[in-house]
């Protein structure tokens, strides 16, 4: 028995040796060098590394292009009387698109609004990069409610005006009186 035991376990150990020996061992052809560079030197040894040209150094990885412009934001605005609906007159009404700044176009609705006849021009609503609709009931209306509403497109802007107003004058059929929008605008480094 013994000697069956004994050429058993010589025979794991030397399949042990086998599997240990036939494990590859990593190659260091580049002397040591980080990959996507060589070593360089003369007889003395490896005195040190150089990227190769076409490897993978990030020197000579591609660079991002140069942007050639960027986006301006756009604004807009609306403003309108809030006395009106007390005098029982026609709502004075200012818009402004396109501009530059918030201020701006803050500064040109209610500067319309007031052209137009406002006492107490307030602002609405302020946009950017977005397209408004404002509804208004019919004149005549039991309940005279104007509603500002923006959105991504100028469709969806109006929709979302009309259905807001009906539902804030009870039912009553709006109309769109005003929509625009203000996208932001490409400016070439150029």
């Known amino acids: 028995m013994k000697t069956r035991f004994s050429l058993k376990v010589k025979m794991m150990k030397t399949l042990l040796l ?9 190659a260091y052809a580049e002397g040591r060098c980080p990959p996507g ?3 360089v030197g003369g007889a003395q040894g490896v005195l040190g590394c150089a990227p190769i040209p076409g ?13 050639s412009g960027k986006w301006e934001k756009r604004w807009g605005a609306i403003a309108e009387d809030s006395s009106a609906n007390a005098r029982r007159v026609v709502s004075a009404t200012g818009v402004s698109e396109s501009r530059k700044s918030k201020s701006e176009a803050i500064s040109v609705a209610l500067d319309q609004c007031r052209l137009g006849g406002g006492q107490k021009c307030q602002v609405l609503i302020v946009y950017n990069n977005q397209c408004v609709a404002l509804a208004d009931t019919p004149k005549g209306a039991t309940s005279a409610s104007s509603i500002a509403a923006r959105a991504e497109t100028l469709e969806l802007a109006r929709r ?3 259905e807001q107003c009906k539902a804030a004058a009870n039912g009553t059929e709006c109309s769109v009186i005003y929509s625009a929008c203000s996208e932001s605008e490409f400016k070439s480094f150029r």
């Open 18 to 26: 086998l599997a240990i020996l036939s494990i590859p061992a990593a």
């Open 37 to 39: 560079q060589y070593p």
């Open 55 to 67: 490897g993978a150094d990030s020197s000579s990885s591609p660079t991002a292009p140069a942007p």
């Open 160 to 162: 979302n005006a009309l």
